[in-house]
T-cell receptor
Framework: DAKTTQPPSMDCAEGRAANLPCNHSTISGNEYVYWYRQIHSQGPQYIIHGLKNNETNEMASLIITEDRKSSTLILPHATLRDTAVYYCIAHAGGTSYGKLTFGQGTILTVHP | NAGVTQTPKFQVLKTGQSMTLQCAQDMNHNSMYWYRQDPGMGLRLIYY???????DKGEVPNGYNVSRLNKREFSLRLESAAPSQTSVYFC????????????FGPGTRLTVT
């Protein structure tokens, strides 16, 4: 899996959009970008994934640059319950199928 | 649906003791996983089971054994616990066709003294 780099922490005001960046400059063509989050003391929760097109679901949007070297997870209207550690993972299938590598992630703090 | 359940929630062991962490899922998933998370760190994969009857090593398998008892249950055994195994252990499961979308249990907090 390609190495991903995320800022260690970010702040966001409640109700504003939270934009979490991820750098994956060595990503290969068959690697997807996955995002998970981990709310304090709980197990991680899958958020969204994408290959090269932008993706949106009920939780978030994922914007991947055209060269695929970086991406941004967007929480459009952050709430206090979105305070969590957010993990960006680059992962392909094949022999490493399902073997996700979680780095240290970004601690997002949403404040009132 | 309970999702993924783990027992026990907390455990304290002395060095050299053994124990088994239990995990069960009710989502009819084929694939199951065991991770550990040390303080301030990301998760590391210990073992996984792509389907019933198969198990494979992950990133940090030393000191652990696993059993895929049936489709629902996947247990992790520490034969001789060491202080370095003090960690939070998470079990997860996924559909075989969507292994990137893993559902995690609440974790077992293990302290080895």
């Amino acid at each position: 899996d390609a190495k991903t780099t995320q800022p260690p922490s970010m702040d966001c005001a409640e109700g504003r959009a939270a934009n979490l960046p991820c750098n994956h400059s060595t990503i290969s063509g068959n690697e997807y970008v996955y995002w998970y989050r981990q709310i304090h003391s709980q197990g991680p929760q899958y958020i969204i994934h994408g290959l090269k097109n932008n993706e949106t679901n009920e939780m978030a949007s994922l914007i991947i640059t055209e060269d695929r070297k970086s991406s941004t997870l967007i929480l459009p209207h952050a709430t206090l319950r979105d305070t969590a550690v957010y993990y960006c993972i680059a992962h392909a299938g094949g022999t490493s199928y399902g073997k996700l590598t979680f780095g240290q992630g970004t601690i997002l703090t949403v404040h009132p | 649906n309970a999702g993924v359940t783990q027992t026990p929630k907390f455990q304290v062991l002395k060095t050299g003791q053994s124990m088994t962490l239990q995990c069960a899922q009710d989502m009819n998933h084929n694939s199951m996983y065991w991770y550990r998370q040390d303080p301030g760190m990301g998760l590391r994969l210990i073992y996984y089971s792509a389907s019933e009857g198969t198990t494979d090593k992950g990133e940090v398998p030393n000191g652990y054994n696993v059993s895929r008892l049936n489709k629902r249950e996947f247990s992790l055994r520490l034969e001789s616990a060491a202080p370095s195994q003090t960690s939070v252990y998470f079990c997860a499961s996924s559909d075989m066709a969507r292994t990137y979308e893993q559902y995690f249990g609440p974790g077992t907090r293990l302290t080895v003294t």
